[in-house]
């Protein structure tokens, strides 16, 4: 499963990791050894005892990398800089077993910003996965939503799954589908 590009690590301290493709949360104990295969979007995917485990950003340390700080904004930004931020923090959200953002592979329908009756920024997405029945579905919709409550003055985040319409490779975009081989 690990190639000559893999990286070995060892975990210097337990960390709780999600088992790829099921979604299952578990413990790593420190001094466990493994193989990163993948360090996109700050999460990684790690090769142990036969299986892949994703690790959080703000886990990194427990494999000896540096821990993913949260975005920022000017204090003078606009809304359309919030809403690129969105979009920016979305494309940090990579399939774990594809190395490529749910943007580009088209998983995302619609992000839109609004602002609720208390005048706090509410975000709603909508979103699919490559495969309905998809283990990690949850644990990409958590983080999507974990990303985007990362952006400033966003108060509250709302991600719904959806198979309407089922996606399809036509849904890729074009850098999505040059990096998969599938142009």
Same mark, same amino acid.
């Given at each position: 499963?690990?190639?000559?590009?893999?990286?070995?690590? /060892?975990?210097? &301290?337990?960390?709780?990791?999600?088992? $790829?493709?099921? =979604?299952?949360?578990?413990?790593?104990?420190?001094?466990?050894? #493994?193989?990163?295969?993948?360090?996109?979007?700050?999460?990684? /995917?790690?090769?142990?005892?036969?299986?892949?485990?994703? $690790?959080?950003?703000?886990?990194?340390?427990? $494999? =000896? +990398?540096? &821990?993913?700080?949260?975005?920022? %904004?000017?204090?003078?930004?606009?809304?359309?800089?919030?809403? !690129?931020?969105?979009?920016?923090?979305? +494309?940090?959200?990579?399939?774990?077993?594809?190395?490529?953002?749910?943007? *580009?592979?088209?998983?995302?329908? &619609?992000?839109? @910003? !609004?602002?609720?009756? +208390? =005048?706090?920024?509410?975000? *709603?997405?909508?979103?699919? %996965?490559?495969?309905?029945?998809?283990?990690?579905?949850?644990?990409?919709?958590?983080?999507? +939503?974990?990303?985007?409550?990362?952006?400033?003055?966003?108060?509250?985040?709302?991600?719904?799954?959806?198979?309407?319409?089922?996606?399809?490779?036509?849904?890729?975009?074009?850098?999505?589908?040059?990096?998969? #081989? @599938?142009?």
């Amino acid at each position: 499963m690990f190639s000559h590009t893999s990286q070995p690590c /060892t975990f210097e &301290r337990d960390c709780e990791v999600v088992m $790829i493709p099921l =979604g299952d949360v578990v413990t790593i104990p420190a001094g466990t050894v #493994g193989y990163i295969t993948q360090s996109l979007g700050g999460s990684f /995917t790690v090769f142990v005892d036969g299986n892949l485990f994703r $690790i959080a950003g703000v886990d990194a340390d427990a $494999i =000896g +990398k540096q &821990r993913v700080m949260p975005p920022s %904004l000017p204090d003078d930004a606009t809304e359309e800089d919030v809403e !690129r931020l969105l979009w920016d923090q979305m +494309k940090t959200v990579y399939d774990p077993e594809i190395p490529v953002n749910i943007v *580009d592979l088209g998983l995302v329908y &619609r992000c839109e @910003m !609004r602002v609720d009756d +208390k =005048g706090d920024r509410v975000v *709603d997405v909508e979103m699919t %996965l490559t495969a309905p029945g998809c283990g990690m579905g949850d644990i990409l919709v958590d983080d999507v +939503k974990a990303k985007l409550e990362l952006v400033p003055t966003i108060s509250q985040v709302n991600v719904e799954l959806t198979f309407d319409p089922p996606w399809n490779h036509s849904m890729m975009s074009e850098v999505a589908r040059l990096e998969t #081989g @599938m142009f």
